[in-house]
Every structure is written in structure tokens, then in C-alpha cells.
């Protein structure tokens, strides 16, 4: 029996070598992804830290490419941008044009950030082992 051998399952394993080869964490990780919550609520631990005890909720993190968040700040940029252009000549008697060029520069900047996430979200779903389901 190999090293390589001891991590592989087989059909006539008891709970014991199962647990053992799979460790305890990703014997807990499998539990909490095969309960099901009332209200979706995922289950919450006690964790105590020094004299205080805090509350965790164990969730797993969203799957968040950037693109939709890049695309509402540069429709913000652009927003504001096309609504300081009626006043400004009012910016210019106050010196403060660059108000308007940060904006737009903000929606420059949005616009290559968006590529820039567009271009990194399908270079990882071109990756075997990160493709999701729904993709």
C-alpha cells in the first residue's frame, strides 16, 4: 500500500478510516452543506476571544466577478459628470472644473475596469476546475 493510497476511499472503508482519510474538516464542511435551514439561516458559532464571545455565521463566500459593481460606479461617474455640464460655467467662477474632470475621469477609469473584469470573469470560467454549474 502506497502513501499516495491512504487518502483514497474505498467501498469497504468503516467511519473511522472515512474519517480519517477525509479529515474532520471536510467531514464538518460536508454536514453543513447537506443540512437544510429554516429561512435559509445558516447555523450559527459561539467563538470566544479573550472575555468576549462572538457570534459567527459559517457561509460561504458569494461568487462575485466585479463586473455588475464596475458597471453601476461607472454609470454613477457618468451621472454626475452629464449633470455638473449646465453648471459650468458656476464651476469655472469657482475654480472647481476639476469636479467635473474627476467624474470624468471616474467614468474613464469604469470603463476599463469593467474590461478589465469582463476579461478576468471568462478567463476563469475557461478554467475546468472553477466552472460553476449555472455557467
Known amino acids: 500500500m502506497s502513501d499516495s493510497d491512504d487518502w483514497v476511499i474505498n467501498s469497504g472503508d468503516g467511519p473511522e478510516t472515512i474519517e480519517r482519510k477525509m479529515g474532520h474538516r ?7 452543506a ?3 435551514h429554516e429561512f435559509g439561516r445558516p447555523d450559527l458559532t459561539e467563538l470566544e476571544i479573550g472575555k468576549k ?3 459567527v455565521a459559517e457561509v460561504e463566500p458569494m461568487d462575485v466577478d466585479g463586473v455588475r459593481t464596475m458597471t453601476v460606479g461607472t454609470i454613477v461617474w457618468a ?3 452629464i449633470g455638473m ?5 458656476r464651476l469655472e467662477e469657482d475654480g472647481r472644473t476639476w469636479w467635473l474632470w474627476t467624474a470624468v475621469a ?3 477609469l ?4 469593467i474590461e478589465y473584469c469582463r476579461r478576468r470573469r471568462n478567463a476563469l470560467r475557461m478554467q475546468p476546475g472553477r466552472r460553476r454549474l449555472g455557467d
Open 26 to 32: 471536510e467531514i464538518a464542511r460536508l454536514e453543513r
Open 34 to 36: 447537506a443540512r437544510r
Open 53 to 55: 464571545t462572538h457570534r
Open 79 to 81: 451621472a454626475l459628470a
Open 85 to 89: 455640464l449646465p453648471f459650468l460655467g
Open 106 to 108: 471616474g467614468f474613464g
Open 110 to 113: 469604469g470603463l476599463i475596469g
